[in-house]
Nanobody
């Protein structure tokens, strides 16, 4: 499956952004989906994941209560709604597809989007 992430940009602390990931190719509904992020000089880290049906979601502790992941299988899209953004949320955000379910490990995902930059300023 091919993935295209969009929606990044510059936002002030406390603001909101909505990231979108459009999928094409294989059946989108067969994949669990995840969002990861990578800040400069740091390793890529898990942000959020959603099961193939959308019935289960999981979040990193650092974003729990502020970010919401959702999906629309009819539109082949997964969304990451980010509220109450903090300086430490600044990173390149990647969407990814997991053919075996959903999880927190990068090695579980075999397709990755190109990334979209989120910059949070004070």
């Amino acid at each position: 499956v091919q993935l295209q992430a969009s929606g990044g940009g510059l936002v002030q602390t406390g603001g909101s952004l909505r990231l979108s990931c459009a999928a094409s190719g294989r059946t989108f509904g067969d994949y669990g989906m995840g969002w990861f992020r990578q800040a400069p000089g740091k390793e890529r880290e898990f942000v959020a994941a959603i099961s193939w049906s959308g019935g289960s979601t999981y979040y990193a502790d650092s974003v729990k209560g502020r970010f919401t992941i959702s999906r629309d299988n009819a539109k082949n899209t997964v969304i990451l709604q980010m509220n109450s953004l903090k300086l430490e949320d600044t990173a390149v955000y990647y969407c990814a597809a997991n053919p075996t379910g959903w999880g927190t490990l990068t090695r579980s995902y075999d397709s990755w989007g190109q990334g979209t930059l989120v910059t949070v300023s004070s």
